[in-house]
């Protein structure tokens, strides 16, 4: 019976880690970055988040340049070409 427990409990691991890897997802690029740096925390989190959130690392939608370049010119008050 011990042994049904801990499979319960992974498949809810996997679970928590699967709708915590789409909820970094949708908040965007820097809760993606977050999610990156968990997954290489094995001293954290459980074996089922750290493969979850591993695939952040390599299968991450793309993010829009137009919205990255938008992003730099504001912080940077200028435009593009002529900062760099």
């Given at each position: ?66 919205i990255a370049m938008s992003v730099v010119e504001d912080e940077l008050n200028g435009n ?5």
């Amino acid at each position: 019976e011990k042994n049904g427990d801990e499979e319960g409990a992974s498949r809810l691991r996997y679970a928590i880690a699967r709708d915590a890897k789409q909820k970094l997802l949708n908040l965007g690029p820097t809760f993606i970055k977050l999610g990156q740096l968990l997954s290489t925390r094995v001293d954290l989190l459980q074996p089922e988040y750290i493969e979850v959130l591993a695939t952040l690392q390599d299968n991450v939608p793309p993010f829009p340049s137009e919205i990255a370049m938008s992003v730099v010119e504001d912080e940077l008050n200028g435009n593009i070409a002529d900062l760099f």
